[in-house]
């Protein structure tokens, strides 16, 4: 089983809001990362959490907030969001052990900023 | 300088037929691991095959093959007997073991289109 799951699949959202995404793999990997896909464009890397602790932040505005509540769970909380970071959010994870360092991904969530 | 190369940004290949979708990266670090992944128009990036930098056999995996060359720093993605379900936007992309090892480097990518 490769399954990463992600909620909602689509979220429309004003800028004075705050939503959350979540993200939730079974799979026992070590590692869950956060991704943004514009359209047409390859994923950019966001914020990885090794072992529940967060490892790399690729520069994103505070106005994202990743948290990891345990080795299962990862969610990226948003507030006062710009139209701008309409795009799909991608989960993924990957074992990082045994020789397996493939990243899984989720079907992403559709965010529309309005 | 761009770590990871698609210079096909659209392919068209017939049904039954193979096709391969170029690759090339630029790495300074000896130890590196390729992957490739298909994104169909629904959005879900699904993992296809991986290829060590220090494996000396080709990856495959089923109808998927990785075209490895290391000196010319080549990882082209070859699909034999192409499917309508095939059709979707390919991404090569390279993650380096040194250094951020968790970051993974992704190609522009390649549109493939199968023609019944």
């Known amino acids: 089983d490769t399954e990463v799951t992600q909620t909602p699949k689509h979220l429309v959202m004003g800028m004075t809001n705050k939503k959350s995404l979540k993200c939730e793999q079974h799979?026992?990997?070590?590692?869950m990362y956060w991704y943004k896909q514009k359209a047409k464009k390859p994923p950019e890397l966001m914020f990885v959490?090794?072992?529940?602790?967060?490892?790399i932040n690729e520069s994103v505005p505070s106005r994202f907030s990743p948290e990891c509540p345990n080795s299962s769970l990862l969610n990226l909380h948003l507030h006062a969001l710009q139209p701008e970071d309409s795009a799909l959010y991608l989960c993924?994870?990957?074992?990082?052990?045994?020789?397996?360092?493939?990243?899984?991904f989720g079907p992403g969530t559709r965010l529309t900023v309005t | 300088a761009q770590k990871i190369t698609q210079t096909q940004p659209g392919m068209f290949v017939q049904e039954k037929e193979a096709v391969t979708l170029d690759c090339t990266y630029d790495?300074?670090?000896?130890?590196?691991?390729l992957f490739w992944y298909k994104q169909p128009s629904s959005g879900e990036m699904i993992f296809l095959i991986y290829?060590?930098?220090?494996?000396?056999q080709n990856a495959t995996e089923g109808r998927y093959s990785l075209n490895f060359q290391k000196a010319r720093k080549s990882a082209n993605l070859v699909i034999s007997a192409s499917q309508l379900g095939d059709s979707a936007m390919y991404f090569c992309?390279?993650?380096?073991?040194?250094?951020?090892?968790?970051?993974?480097?992704f190609g522009k990518g390649t549109l493939l289109t199968v023609n019944p």
């Open positions: 993924a994870s990957s074992q990082e052990q045994g020789g397996s360092y493939e990243q899984y």
């Open positions: 799979m026992g990997h070590r590692a």
């Open positions: 959490y090794s072992y529940e602790k967060l490892s």
């Open positions: 790495t300074s670090d000896p130890s590196y691991g």
């Open positions: 290829q060590g930098s220090y494996d000396q």
């Open positions: 992309a390279m993650r380096e073991w040194g250094g951020s090892n968790y970051k993974l480097t």
